[in-house]
């Protein structure tokens, strides 16, 4: 992992953030809240981000997992 990445984006390092984070795609704004999951990726509610699996993307643009951002 590389100490360069978008301000705000956890960088792939899952210790940053809390199993409660919600995070944001930096591209589309797609919002990822563990309390509702994801329909798309079949992710049931209650997933934290850092136990998504490492198939993960952003379901409106494809984004990369790294590239998310916390929001709370």
């Known amino acids: 992992m590389s100490d360069h990445f978008f301000a ?3 960088g792939g390092d899952a210790a940053r ?4 984070s919600v ?3 930096k591209i ?3 919002i990822y809240d563990p309390k509702e999951g994801c329909n798309y990726w079949q992710i049931p509610a209650g997933t934290p ?6 198939h993960y ?3 409106e643009c ?4 790294e590239d998310f951002m916390v929001v709370t």
Not at 49 to 54: A, C, E, G, R, Y
């Open 17 to 20: 953030i809390a199993d409660d």
């Open 23 to 25: 995070l944001e795609c």
């Open 49 to 54: 981000f850092s136990k998504l699996p490492d």
């Open 57 to 59: 993307s952003c379901p």
């Open 28 to 30: 589309c704004w797609h």
């Open 62 to 65: 494809d984004g990369r997992r």
């Open 8 to 10: 705000g984006s956890y």
